[in-house]
């Protein structure tokens, strides 16, 4: 496959402005090599396959979390609930030093892949880094998942530059369209 040059797009202030009202679930990925831990607070993380079971996630290329996942071949994406803002907020930190990210919360190793989980988080997955490209800015990681660790709380959303909360639902107004009824 050929990769042909793209037109320069819109203007990167458009973009950016859009990309604010996308709201998101926040998450902070981890990631240790062994000797050196980081964590970085993500709104660029999505399912991608239920077999084999993988996610994606999206990182700067130049962060300091970029290199450390690739050295670790391996991730965990931690799902922050409302009560984690301030974790959110201690990982968002650029200059933040790598250990310094992991003085908020409680953090245990996975099991099979000794990555950083964060504890009371509602969801945590370690991951195998299964593939790597680099588009643009930012390099794709797919991480394949070795590890599911479930808790509870409501979920912390990123829209419009801060922290947010899910609202009531609204498919309950059409129980038709309950997807717990529907079987996904």
């Given amino acids: 496959m050929t990769t042909q040059p793209f037109p320069p797009g819109i203007p990167l202030d458009d973009f950016k402005q859009?990309?604010?009202?996308?709201?998101?679930q926040v998450c902070v990925i981890s990631s240790s090599d062994?000797?050196?831990?980081?964590?970085?607070?993500?709104?660029?993380?999505?399912s991608l396959s239920a077999e084999p079971p993988q996610l994606l996630i999206c990182v700067y290329r130049q962060a300091r979390a970029c290199a450390l996942i690739r050295d670790a071949g391996a991730f965990c994406v931690?799902?922050?609930?409302?009560?984690?803002?301030?974790?959110?907020?201690?990982?968002?930190?650029?200059?933040?030093?790598?250990?310094?990210r992991f003085d908020r919360g409680c953090w245990t190793p996975s099991d099979l892949l000794a990555q950083p989980m964060l504890d009371g988080a509602p969801v945590n997955l370690a991951c195998r880094v299964a593939s790597a490209a680099d588009h643009g800015t930012h390099t794709v990681f797919v991480g394949h998942i070795e590890q599911a660790r479930f808790g509870s709380g409501a979920?912390?959303?990123?829209?419009?530059?801060?922290?947010?909360?899910?609202g009531a639902r609204q498919d309950a107004l059409h129980p038709e369209w309950d997807s717990a009824v529907r079987g996904f």
Avoid at 18 to 24: E, H, I, K, N
Avoid at 34 to 46: C, D, L, P, Q
Avoid at 155 to 166: G, K, V
């Fill in 34 to 46: 062994g000797t050196t831990r980081i964590a970085m607070t993500a709104t660029a993380v999505t």
């Fill in 155 to 166: 979920p912390l959303l990123y829209h419009d530059a801060s922290y947010r909360e899910i």
């Fill in 18 to 24: 859009a990309m604010r009202r996308l709201p998101a």
């Fill in 78 to 100: 931690n799902i922050l609930s409302l009560s984690q803002v301030d974790v959110a907020t201690q990982c968002a930190l650029p200059a933040l030093a790598p250990e310094a």
